[in-house]
């Protein structure tokens, strides 16, 4: 390893450890000596050490607090190594209770009991994903057994597919279809068989589904209260009272329907959509459809 490369490795190191000190000083409120210690297998000396160095570059960000014998958020604290995310932080701890192998898991000192909707696996084989990302990777066609919805039996066909989309319950290929001449999404789960082909000469920009962006602007439901429609634009991050979320014109059905924006809001009860659609002529539009209320 060369000098650079050596450079490089402790900037690195350093950088997690600092990330560390701001992910417990923000979760928890404290860190001291032990915690570095414990994750990083430090000595005393160099932990101490390295909470100096912080203390050094960020004055007021971290403080020692002399009866409780341990470091303390100072009064200018923010994070500078990483996001300290809110949801992110769920879904971490999430991840975990599920048993899932996540990233820096010793970072966490409490797991309260977390429960989430579930959803049913999807029965992509591990064979047919495998050469799904062998066909995106390689550009080469993939030669499968697709059963659609439209038809009543499995049909043979050819895809290019050449990106991944989830639309929050399932894995779909992103891919232009050489029987019918045009870009489609294909569910994993529903091909039965995938043989690597021939290179495929398609170009991914030319998937214009794909490479378009459509804005979403949301707003509260005006029939819920004026508090209630408050707490829901702080729930959606709102500014001003709405917010635009960007979404690939391949994936704007699915975020439609997740969001519950596919049909008349007052179909539902306020209490349970509790968004609406401030825009939904253009966004419909660009589906190619009329607004269905």
């Known amino acids: 390893m060369g000098n650079d490369s050596q450079s490089d490795a402790l900037r690195w190191t350093t950088q997690l450890r600092r990330a560390f000190i701001e992910h417990r000083l923000f979760w928890r409120g404290r860190i001291g000596l032990a915690d570095l210690m414990d994750t990083f297998g430090m000595s005393r000396t160099q932990s101490s050490q390295d909470l100096n160095a912080y203390i050094s ?8 607090d002399k009866s409780a014998r341990t470091y303390v958020p100072g ?3 923010k994070a500078h190594y990483g ?28 797991q309260p009991d977390m429960l989430a909707p579930p959803i049913p696996a999807r029965g992509a084989k591990s064979e047919i994903t495998r050469a799904v990302l062998h066909a995106i990777e390689q550009g080469r066609a993939l030669a499968i057994t697709y059963q659609s919805m ?4 499995p049909s043979e066909r050819s895809i290019a597919p050449h990106a991944l989309a989830h639309d929050g319950f399932r894995w779909h290929c992103r891919a232009f279809c050489l029987r019918d001449e045009l870009f489609k999404d294909f569910v994993l789960g529903r091909m039965l068989s995938a043989e690597l082909g021939e290179l495929a000469e398609v170009e991914p920009k030319t998937d214009a589904d794909w490479v378009t962006d459509i804005t979403l602007t949301i707003a509260p439901n005006p029939a819920l209260s004026d508090n209630q429609q408050k707490v829901i634009a702080l729930d959606y991050g709102m500014d001003g009272g709405s917010a635009q979320l960007t979404v690939r ?18 179909a539902r009860r306020a209490q349970d959509q509790h968004i609406v659609l401030l825009n939904a002529q253009e966004v419909f539009g660009a589906l190619g459809q009329e607004v269905p209320w």
């Open 150 to 153: 439209s038809s009543p039996d």
């Open 57 to 64: 570059e960020f004055p007021d960000h971290l403080s020692y």
């Open 83 to 110: 996001p300290l995310d809110g949801d992110a932080h769920l879904s971490k701890l999430l991840a975990m209770a599920q048993g899932a192998d996540v990233a820096h898991a010793d970072w966490e000192l409490f």
């Open 249 to 266: 014109r391949c994936m704007l059905y699915y975020a439609l329907r997740r969001l519950g924006l596919d049909a008349d809001p007052s």
């Open 75 to 77: 009064p200018k604290f």
